[in-house]
């Protein structure tokens, strides 16, 4: 039976949510198609990491090797295009991540297959492959059909799609498959993970977040958004001008250079909606858009949306809060 691939990622013990997210689409995909799902998870000691993946694939192929233990993508192409060969998958999907950008392009070289890169949804129908892009800052989507090819490769951007279990668990057969890797790899070695310094306030972990864009016009219009946040138990969050201006540390930032958030809340306060920031937040739950401009793109994602000077909405709104709490303002 044709099958597809979905590479797991993980690091430090943890399978990153790319993972689940790809899984989720290719299980559409292969159930359409009439494809085989199937997990891909390389490293050291991870076979209890198959266990998980096996709710979600209908097969796991395991391959254990202490030399995999972190990425390698020398290490990594080599086991791969010997499975690859193997299994000759329909389509291959691996995380447009720092792991993906370096290891797909080189994979599908090895394999002379067609790559699609950074892509936001992707449909196979029969042998002809549809991947959708993002250009001019998120403003425009683009459709592309790939050269037609025995196997595809694709590179899926980080939140594109929402995690969903399967109804009933797949419990995929769970395979293990020899490295075949006979040496350690000299031309690039791990050292060490250096992860940015602990902030006083993890984003993440946040029920309500309150995001602050280039609509806050000056740092000093900040204490009010803040207080406002405060008003409702919410925490103050930004995109990246925010940051980079200085106005707010980077453990604030939401977006795919800072933290990927899903709260049950986020109130977007002069955030136009570029691309970048909307892969951080778009999984939320429930989200508002406070922006004058009604073409801003950050409206094609929110649930509610006001059209109006956020400094014109939010004092109102504030002392609504505090008139339906029975407090002063």
Known sequence: MPEIFVLAEHRQGQIRDITYEMLTKAREIAEKANLMLTAVILGKEVKEKAKTL????????????????NFNSDAYQKVLVNLMKEYKPTLTLIGHTSYGIELAPRLAAALNMPLATDCIDLALEGDTLTVTRQMYGGKVNVNATL????????????????????????????????????????????????????????????????????????????????????TIGAVL?????????????????????????????????????????????????????????????????????????????????????????????
């Open 54 to 69: 096996a709710e979600y694939a209908k097969k796991v192929l395991v391959v254990e090797d202490a030399k995999l233990e």
């Open 147 to 230: 050269r037609k090819a025995e196997s595809y490769m694709v590179t899926v951007r980080q939140a594109a799609f929402t995690t969903q279990k399967p109804v009933t668990p797949l419990n995929g057969e769970i395979i293990e498959k020899p490295s075949l890797l006979t040496e350690e790899i000299t031309t690039k070695r791990f050292i060490q993970y250096i992860l940015p310094p602990p902030g006083g306030v993890d984003i993440t972990a946040a029920e309500k977040l309150v995001g602050i864009g280039r609509g806050i016009k000056d740092q000093s219009n900040i204490p009010l958004i803040e207080d406002f946040a405060k």
């Open 237 to 329: 969050a930004c995109s990246r001008p925010i940051v980079d201006k200085g106005w707010l540390p980077n453990d604030r930032q939401v977006g795919s250079s800072g933290k990927t958030v899903k709260p049950k809340l986020y109130i977007a306060l002069g955030i136009s909606g570029a691309f970048q920031h909307v892969l951080g937040m778009k999984n939320s739950d429930l989200i508002i858009a406070i922006n004058k401009d009604p073409n801003a793109p950050i409206f094609s994602f929110s649930d509610y949306g006001v059209v109006e000077d956020l400094f014109k909405i939010i004092p109102s709104l504030k002392n609504k809060i505090y008139e339906l709490k029975g407090q002063k303002a």
